[in-house]
């Protein structure tokens, strides 16, 4: 959150090798059996059908674009040169997270997290979109996930984006023996055109939700 009690702008992008220990982070604080390094070590270097994403926050923790800019003006010899570009910063914050694994047209989401701290604010729904965008983009027809029968705030989201229950998988989390309820949507006809309409119409900021 910047001071004015507003989020940071958040920018999605591909996740890398780099992101992965703040990665971590969030996936430990969601979820009752996150996964381990090794697992998204394997998804971004190993598995040709995996496409994951952060949520970067604007603002960098620890050393940032101004403070590399002013530590290059204490050197006298770049005084009469143009200021060298900032290089890549790997503090920005990890907001959140996604992926999904491309199987012959169909996607199937295989996790999305926020951070407690950004929840409500928007950012899920901007990961869960550009999950759907690059699925479009590779020619998905459909698009699957399962998710906790007591996860109303998950559900809630895909819903909004025309995700159907269509299934329940009995006792699927190996933590409490909790069902899982499948969900799909077809991403045939206009439905890129209607996802952004949605995305486009939602307030910028936090919500409060009941
Ligand atoms: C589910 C999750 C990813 C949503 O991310 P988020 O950033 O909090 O959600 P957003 O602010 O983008 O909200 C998007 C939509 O989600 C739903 N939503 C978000 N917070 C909600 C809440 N507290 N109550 C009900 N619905 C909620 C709404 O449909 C909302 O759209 P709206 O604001 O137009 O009503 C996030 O809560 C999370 O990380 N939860 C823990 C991990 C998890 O359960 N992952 C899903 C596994 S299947």
């Known amino acids: 959150m910047n001071g004015s009690g507003r989020?940071?702008?958040?920018?999605?992008v591909s996740m890398t090798l780099e992101d992965i220990p703040r990665v971590l982070v969030v996936d430990q604080l969601s979820f009752p059996l996150p996964w381990s390094s090794a697992t998204y070590r394997y998804e971004l270097t190993q598995n040709a059908n995996s496409h994951f994403f952060v949520a970067l926050a604007e603002q960098a923790r620890g050393a940032s674009a101004a403070s590399h800019g002013r530590r290059a003006w204490l050197n006298p010899a770049n005084w009469f040169r143009p200021a060298p570009p900032a290089p890549p910063d790997p503090n920005r914050p990890v907001a959140g997270y996604s992926g999904f694994w491309y199987i012959l047209?169909?996607?199937?989401?295989?996790?999305?997290a926020v951070h407690p701290d950004w929840r409500g604010q928007g950012v899920g729904e901007h990961l869960f979109v550009a999950m759907l965008e690059k699925a479009l983009d590779l020619g998905a027809v459909s698009a699957t996930l399962e998710v906790r029968v007591s996860n109303e705030r998950a559900q809630k989201?895909?819903?909004k984006y025309a995700f159907e229950a269509v299934g329940r998988r009995k006792r699927y989390y190996r933590d409490n023996g909790e069902d899982a309820l499948l969900m799909t949507a077809e991403l045939k006809g206009g439905y890129r055109?209607?996802?952004r309409r949605l995305f486009a119409a939602r307030p910028k900021g936090a919500r409060a939700h009941s």
Do not use: C, F, G, K
């Open 7 to 12: 989020p940071s702008a958040i920018q999605v």
């Open 105 to 112: 047209d169909e996607a199937h989401i295989s996790t999305i």
């Open 157 to 159: 989201l895909y819903r």
């Open 193 to 195: 055109e209607t996802m």
